[in-house]
């Protein structure tokens, strides 16, 4: 078994060949590529069988390297950074002409954000040049937490992963829309993680900085942001009453299923032709942040173990910002919501 030291010695050679590799972070493991090689980037995208339109976020290894992605850098961004970084938070900037705009999907923006792991950050700063990495497995399936979960998803294509344990946290990091104006800084979170818009509120009025919150963008600037994602190989249903039986809930979807179209946004939908006939539940621990944690780890087991598709009953104690970020996730896993 290779030592920390020469599985990350392996992967920047790797990546300076051009290559892509598996590398962990708190949040769910990624799947890297060096931001100077277009041909590497495409190569994310091909791997993954992504679409293009789908931007990729931008791992830095510090603050001073996050100034040279984005064409502006102010106060809001530094205050944010200074408090989140490392961490999973990843902020939506101008984007720097130097970046490829294969990275951006063509838009004018960029997102950055620091990896809060020990080998990520090494990596970054060995290899010193910034890491372009979405989620380490096949577009719209369940996210990786675990080394083992990649080298399954790409055992085909024997893609090299940086063994760094279990993900700490879980989920993909919060996504936030940064916009300076002469007013104050305009925020939008593109996507939820661990880190919630109270938490961004309280570090901005400690700073004094005058900021606003917007509800209504184009959620095209954050990866993840399609109706469908994150879905396992069996459909999972979400139940938002506790005490319907598992029968009933059953007879609904076999009644629903049917009637989905084959792809939504390039993701295709799973429907069992013969019907769904056996069901497990999926258990999550009472306490948000380590039901987050092992969330698609669950998922994963679960749906390895050959049902024809996975009940979730939301409880009614599951509420309040951190909840509502993993509903994010499990809502979009989804087939159904009944």
Not at 94 to 115: F, K, W
Not at 225 to 249: A, T
């Amino acid at each position: 078994m290779m030592s920390p030291n020469e599985a990350l010695a392996k992967a920047k050679i790797i990546l300076e060949e051009g290559g892509v590799i598996g590398f962990p972070t708190e949040t769910v493991y990624g799947l890297a590529a060096r931001i100077d090689i277009p041909s590497a980037i495409e190569k994310i995208f091909t791997t993954k069988e992504r679409p293009f339109f789908d931007p990729l976020i931008v791992h830095v290894a510090s603050i001073e390297q996050a100034k040279k992605v984005t064409a502006f850098w102010g106060p809001a961004s530094q205050a944010l950074a200074e408090a989140f970084w490392p961490g999973p938070l990843t902020m939506v900037l101008p984007r720097d002409p130097s970046v490829n705009a294969m990275i951006t999907s063509g838009l004018e923006s960029v997102g950055i954000r620091m990896p809060n792991h020990p080998l990520a950050l090494e990596l970054l700063q060995q290899v010193g040049v910034p890491l372009a990495a979405p989620s380490a497995n096949k577009f719209g399936r369940t996210s990786p937490t675990s080394a083992s979960h990649v080298r399954v998803e790409f055992k085909n294509e024997n893609v090299f992963v940086v063994d760094g344990g279990d993900c700490e946290i879980g989920i993909e990091s919060t996504v936030l829309l940064v916009r300076h104006r002469p007013e104050g800084v305009m925020l939008s979170i593109l996507r939820r993680g661990h880190i919630l818009k109270s938490d961004l509120a309280r570090v901005l009025e400690e700073k004094g900085l005058a900021y606003e919150f917007i509800e209504q963008v184009d959620k095209r600037e954050s990866p993840g942001h399609m109706k469908h994602h994150y879905m396992p190989p069996v459909p999972l249903v979400v139940c938002l009453d506790p005490s319907r039986s598992p029968e009933s809930v059953l007879k609904e979807v076999n009644e629903k299923i049917g009637e989905l179209p084959d792809e939504i946004e390039s993701i295709k939908i799973i429907k069992p032709k013969a019907g769904i006939h056996s069901y497990e539940v999926l258990k999550l621990s009472e306490d948000p942040l380590l039901a987050t944690r092992e969330f698609y780890g669950h998922l994963r087991d679960v749906a390895a173990r050959g049902k024809d598709c996975i009940l979730f009953y939301r409880e009614a104690h599951q509420t309040g910002e951190r909840w509502e970020s993993l509903f994010d996730r499990l809502n979009k896993a989804a087939s159904l919501i009944v």
